[in-house]
């Protein structure tokens, strides 16, 4: 399993790949499953806001489009424009969409360079679900 140090620079290399070319604000994430396999992803804009692809939200798409079966375990979140870059709303419900019943970590880089953690429920304590699910 990777270290939470190892995935928040995963997340920091994925950073360097984002398409942030209207807020100037590049993300990255890497998020790790049960498994011990690992997706890193980047925020992707576009000029229709609405359409932007948060780094968490492609890293986590990027996993099951690979197959993954597994269940998130924890995800690191990295931004240089600000330290401890949490996720956004929208995030913070796929992430609790993909907890079952686990309390994922959310690993940050704290205003010292140092690797600091929440949880999901934490960051989201009442967060949506379907009666049906």
């Known amino acids: 399993m990777k270290t939470n140090e190892e995935l928040l620079n995963i997340a920091k290399e994925a950073s ?3 398409y942030c070319v209207y807020s100037k604000f590049p993300v990255g994430a890497c998020v790790l499953y049960s498994g011990g396999n690992y997706y890193a992803g980047c925020n992707i804009e576009n000029s229709s806001f609405g359409l932007t692809l ?3 939200r492609n890293a986590i ?3 099951i489009a690979s197959g993954e079966t597994g269940q998130i375990v924890k995800i690191a979140i990295y931004s240089p424009a600000s330290k401890m870059c949490f996720p956004c709303g929208a ?3 796929w992430l609790n969409e993909f907890e079952k ?3 994922i970590e959310i690993i940050l880089e704290d205003e010292d360079g140092n690797c600091c953690s929440f949880t999901a429920n934490e960051l989201l304590p009442y967060n949506f679900r379907l009666n049906m699910i």
Do not use: Y
Request: net charge positive; charged share 20%; hydrophobic share 20%.
């Open 61 to 63: 798409s990027t996993a």
């Open 54 to 56: 948060c780094a968490e």
């Open 91 to 93: 995030c913070r419900q």
């Open 16 to 18: 360097k790949n984002a």
């Open 101 to 103: 019943g686990q309390n």
